[in-house]
């Protein structure tokens, strides 16, 4: 009987220890993973370069307005190649951030989770109107 109750302690102890173990690796994963993200991000951080606005023009083309130290200069961005178009001076440069891009840069998570579940009532409630035509 003491050999059974043995064998059952050691498996628990076991266990135990394998979700020790377990718990420290996905730790330390958390950590190495934190670390890593946090050098890469020192790693792209350029004073003298900013991309402004980007313009889709076609599948994979783009038009871009980059600050390049104190300049402003238009860019297509193709598949293969970057090409300048012309400078711009600062002065025709329309406020930089429209009122979308600047509800989704200062909005939270919570925000937009909002305005996504009221748009999605509304369309449903247009469907369902729709719905109500098309009966009568």
């Known amino acids: 009987m003491t050999v059974l109750l043995a064998g059952s302690t050691d498996s628990y102890i076991q266990l135990i220890t394998v979700l020790v173990v377990f718990v420290l690796v996905l730790g330390v994963t958390a950590l190495v993973t934190r670390w890593i993200a946090?050098?890469?991000?020192?790693?792209?951080?350029?004073?003298?370069?900013?991309?402004?606005?980007?313009?889709?023009?076609?599948?994979?083309?783009?038009?871009?307005?980059?600050?390049?130290?104190?300049?402003?200069?238009?860019?297509?961005?193709?598949?293969?190649?970057?090409?300048?178009?012309?400078?711009i001076p600062k002065e025709q440069l329309k406020s930089s951030q429209s009122a979308q891009g600047s509800f989704l840069k200062s909005a939270g998570f919570k925000e937009l989770l909002d305005k996504a579940a009221?748009?999605?009532v509304a369309d449903s409630a247009k469907a369902e109107d729709s719905q109500s035509d098309d009966e009568n």
């Open 38 to 87: 946090n050098y890469q991000k020192q790693q792209n951080v350029n004073a003298n370069v900013e991309i402004i606005e980007t313009t889709r023009i076609a599948g994979n083309k783009y038009v871009q307005i980059l600050r390049i130290g104190d300049t402003y200069v238009a860019v297509a961005v193709c598949k293969d190649t970057v090409t300048q178009l012309c400078q």
């Open 118 to 120: 009221k748009k999605k």
